[in-house]
């Protein structure tokens, strides 16, 4: 089973390396790290690089299609390399997913038109703007296309896909192998449960990014 993973430069790393821990455990499966370009792809921090072993044009087919996020979609929603491969890639895959905003590609390649998608909570707008219809759901799953929301979502998309491949069983204990027990040592890690100068203080944080 190949999973085809593109990444880009300004990728969020945890897009990508969260359901790559995940399904990476699948019975059978081979991930792989596809680009425009083989080679490092520096995340947004610039501070880690993800390497990219193939080209797109190698994995033309892959079964199962996971789009990370980061800075980095925003310069890739009209290059046509990569949406045309997300295009062709979606009408071969048996699965097509994304994380954060990498659902902006999905719906700049059409992939999301007349469906339900999520996104960062930040980026609700723009992906309507794409032509997807916004809900505020940590994972969204229409027939074979599943979106997640913001970074951290990707992992428990992961989980559930893996539960849609494997089955419950196998992904219950892909779910124990990474230890993958949520106790975060604060409330407040969606837009609702967060008070208004946390919220404030994200937004500005984009803005200077």
Not at 41 to 56: F, I, N, Q, S, W
């Amino acid at each position: 089973m190949d999973i085809a993973i593109p990444i880009f430069d300004k990728v969020t790393a945890l897009d990508a390396v969260g359901p790559y821990e995940v399904l990476s455990r699948l019975p059978g499966a081979a991930v792989t790290f596809v680009a425009i370009e083989p080679g490092p792809k520096r995340t947004e921090t610039g501070m880690l690089a993800l390497v990219a072993d193939r080209a797109l044009g190698d994995l033309p087919h892959p079964h199962v299609v996971v789009v990370p996020g980061g800075f980095g979609t925003r310069a890739l929603i009209t290059d046509e390399r990569i949406l045309a491969w997300l295009r062709e890639a979606n009408a071969h895959s048996s699965w097509t997913t994304s994380v954060c905003t990498g659902s902006l590609l999905l719906a700049a390649a059409g992939i999301l038109d007349g469906l339900e998608a999520t996104t960062h909570w930040l980026a609700m707008d723009e992906l309507a703007e794409q032509g997807a219809t916004p809900v505020s759901r940590r994972i969204v799953e229409q027939g074979k296309v599943m979106t997640a929301a913001g970074v951290s979502a990707g992992i428990d998309m992961a989980l559930l896909l893996a539960s849609r491949i494997a089955g419950e069983k196998v992904a219950r204990a892909i779910q124990l192998g990474i230890e993958y027990d949520p106790d975060p040592p604060f409330a407040g890690g969606s837009l609702e449960s967060s008070p208004p100068e946390i919220v404030e203080l994200v937004r500005r944080h984009r803005e200077l990014s």
